[in-house]
């Protein structure tokens, strides 16, 4: 044997290399990760209170994702808000201008209404706001489309909308009626009465009839041959011997003898009880007929006029035809079905189609908003019902604007109360206003941003606190990781250097 070494301490040198070319493994995966260690257990330590900042860090950071997408929802919905406050300030300017003036010519009449036409179209688009396939105003039913008026063109709306016997809902919960009742069989009869209103009967009890508000614009379909087919306004809803009925709004007359009235012709001419005589209506013919032979001559069929000081048929009618002594009117009425039961719908058609469940959302662990608002709520009702009041009835018609000037009064309180919290409240409205739901949503905003706040701060937080856990001094791990490269490398010249000594070079 000519080496001084042993098998022994070789091995036990190789065993000590093998430690610090470890510990350079380790520190150059340290130093590539940035990380102590790959997995828990070489932190062991430390696993429970990095897991715990870990999941804290996870949930504020979806809280984080939540309310960057609300932050969207709201900044959308109150810009729509915005534009509906301003479209309806504007058009309230509008119909306080022109509306002052009485009578209205033809001119204003005609500016109001496509005023109030173009407002109409303008919170029926901002109503329909949509942020990522989601439209905000719809309550839970987030892909329909809440809001159709059926805005087409104003001539349309009209026809709808007719400002006499299919006037547009005056009333909250007729204009957000919607329904379609069939409950199979022959289930409606029809009642034309020459003294009263006219009534749809139903021949079982339902609730939903029962249920059916005053002002709500119903339409009658499926009945045999369509003999029965048309739209009318709920009158009234009620209960006799009989059971349910619906008594619907006709432009008609009723039986009324020796009525001492007055006539007023759109042209101007009014005809006193002193020019006509007694007057008679017959409410089967829907005719009106003077005492005085003649005493409508010269009245053309077409023209419009006006009753007043009557017992029970006071309104605006059509001339159909004019014999001079007798008046024939364009009528809307209920056929009489006498007594027979016919199968048939009902229904009604509001202009919301979402729903009124509130989304809730969660700014954070301790903080929830309710978000109830949708296209239902009184401060739209109140704006869209006081637009169509002012578009509703064509020129020249028995719904014209000119006729009804009770409208624009009605349309500036409904408008002051939909705009204006302070507004006196208006008789049978809810409350509500488009200046508390703009500081609605102005407050959900301050929340969201709060939390979104809080959320990076603790975000920030926590991240430092799971660097120190997890991540690298990279300065320390270069510096032992050049030492250790030094050890080594010195480690293995000492071998080569005690591998080379041999007893010959003694000898």
């Known amino acids: 044997m000519e080496r001084i070494s042993s098998f022994a301490s070789a091995n036990y040198l190789s065993q000590l290399m093998g430690k610090t070319q470890a510990r350079i493994n380790e520190g150059q995966t340290q130093l590539a990760s940035e990380k102590v260690s790959q997995d828990y257990a070489g932190i062991a330590a430390d696993t429970r209170r990095l897991l715990s900042a870990e999941n804290a860090r996870t949930m504020a950071t979806r809280f984080q994702q939540n309310n960057t997408l609300m932050k969207v929802d709201l900044g959308a919905a109150d810009l729509a808000v915005q534009s509906i406050d301003t479209t309806a300030r504007e058009f309230r300017a509008t119909l306080i201008e022109q509306g002052n003036s009485q009578p209205l010519d033809a001119a ?34 987030t892909t329909t489309r809440p809001v159709d008026l059926g805005l087409s063109n104003l001539e349309d709306f009209q026809t709808r909308y007719d400002g006499r016997a299919n006037a547009y809902p005056e009333s909250r919960d007729a204009s957000l009626a919607s329904f379609s009742l069939a409950p199979g069989g022959n289930w409606l009869s029809f009642e034309a009465d020459a003294t ?25 379909g499926g009945t045999p041959a369509s003999g029965y087919d048309g739209s009318f306004v709920v009158r009234s809803v009620g209960q006799d011997a009989q059971g349910t009925y619906i008594e619907v709004e006709e432009e008609r007359f009723y039986d009324e003898a020796a009525a001492a009235g007055t006539l007023s012709v759109a042209n101007g001419a009014q005809l006193t009880p002193a020019a006509t005589g007694t007057l008679t209506f017959d ?3 829907n005719t009106v007929t003077a005492a005085t032979a003649d005493a409508f001559a010269g009245i053309a069929v077409g ?31 209920l056929p009489d079905s006498a007594g027979t039961a016919v199968a048939g719908t009902l229904a009604a058609e509001g202009y919301y189609a979402g729903d009124t ?39 020249g018609t028995t719904g014209d604007l000119a ?23 208006v008789a049978g409205e809810q409350t509500g206003s488009l200046a ?46 050049l030492d250790d490269s030094r050890a080594l490398e010195a480690s293995y010249q000492a071998v080569s250097r005690i591998r080379q000594l041999s007893l010959v070079n003694y000898l």
Not at 120 to 136: I, P, S, W
Not at 205 to 218: D, F, K, L, M, S
Not at 306 to 316: A, I, Q
Not at 408 to 416: G, M, Q, S
């Open 108 to 141: 204003q009449v005609a500016t109001l209404q496509a005023s109030a036409f173009r407002a109409l179209g303008e919170m029926q688009n901002a109503l329909n706001t949509k942020v990522d396939g989601r439209y905000l105003f719809a309550g839970g039913s």
């Open 196 to 220: 009263a209103p006219s009534r749809i009967r139903v021949s079982a009890a339902n609730a939903e009839v029962e249920a059916i508000a005053a002002g709500t614009r119903i339409t009658i």
């Open 357 to 395: 469940i509130g989304r809730v959302h969660a700014a954070d662990t301790e903080r929830t908003l309710d978000m109830s608002l949708n296209g239902a709520d009184p401060a739209f009702e109140k704006a869209l019902r006081a637009m169509a009041l002012i578009a509703e009835g064509a020129p």
């Open 303 to 333: 023209s419009l006029f006006t009753v007043s000081g009557t017992g029970s048929n006071d309104g605006v009618f059509e001339i159909a035809a004019n014999t001079g002594t007798t008046i024939s009117i364009v009528a809307h009425t």
């Open 283 to 285: 409410g089967t013919a």
């Open 403 to 425: 006729l009804h000037p009770e409208r624009i009064a009605k349309a500036i309180d409904l408008l002051n109360s939909a705009i204006d919290a302070t507004a006196a409240p």
């Open 436 to 481: 508390a739901v703009q500081m609605d949503i102005g407050f959900q905003q301050v929340v969201v941003d709060e939390a979104m706040n809080r959320q990076q701060d603790l975000i920030a937080s926590l991240e430092t606190q799971i660097g120190s856990i997890e991540n690298i001094d990279p300065y320390e791990t270069i510096t032992r990781l």
